[in-house]
């Protein structure tokens, strides 16, 4: 069921609200249409080509059918992972530190690396940590301030065999396919950040 802040973006940002584009595209594309042919309708309406796969996959489960990176254990969830030229344990620094806290938290106070912590940064990010594994994943609660529930938030880092290290960051139970895209715009750009701040750090 689409959410509240995907209720507002789309308004905001093509001029129409969820319902009307409803109406529209059940008048306009048939009882079934195809994802491509979804596509295709929104484009000739003018949506830019950031909206066009959000609104024709919200249509789409909306039909029944099941959107990419839904589950049925912990709802919608994303994964984004990067690798660079960076030993673990400098990785793992990196990650704890406070500019490197700041980037995937927010602007937070100190805080103890060990299971029952909390957080919540100047930002309105809050959670609460569950697993800490030292130089190998930290797996925690993590909610913006304007969410109803917090999502499960897991950060592993892997080393390759040439030394290199592997950033994941998973996150479960998001509200629906627009957060999932949210989100997974949001990593791409923490994780690109941290990589590129720990090999300044480290040259």
Not at 127 to 133: D, F, I, P, R, S
Not at 154 to 173: C, N
């Amino acid at each position: 069921m689409p959410g509240v802040m995907f209720r507002t973006d789309v308004e905001r940002e093509t001029g129409l609200s969820w319902e009307r584009w409803v109406k529209l595209l059940e008048e306009n594309c048939g009882p079934a249409p195809t994802y491509d042919q979804l596509a295709e309708y929104l484009q000739e309406r003018g949506v830019g080509p950031e909206w066009v796969p959000i609104i024709a996959d919200m249509y789409g489960e909306r039909l029944g059918r099941k959107p990419v990176g839904q589950t049925m254990d912990v709802g919608f969830n994303v994964g984004i992972r990067r690798t660079a030229a960076i030993p673990k344990e400098e990785a793992w620094h990196h990650l704890v530190s406070p500019s490197g806290l700041k980037l995937w938290i927010g602007d937070v106070e100190p805080f103890p690396l060990q299971v029952g912590s909390v957080f919540q940064s100047k930002d309105g990010v809050s959670g609460k940590l569950g697993v800490v594994k030292p130089y190998e994943k930290l797996r925690m609660s993590w909610r913006r301030r304007e969410w109803d529930n917090p999502s499960t938030l897991q950060i592993t880092l892997l080393a390759t065999k040439t030394g290199k290290t592997t950033f994941a960051f998973h996150q479960e139970k998001l509200e629906d396919v627009y957060m999932r895209y949210v989100i997974k715009r949001h990593w791409e750009k923490v994780v690109d950040r941290l990589i590129e701040t720990a090999v300044r750090h480290i040259r």
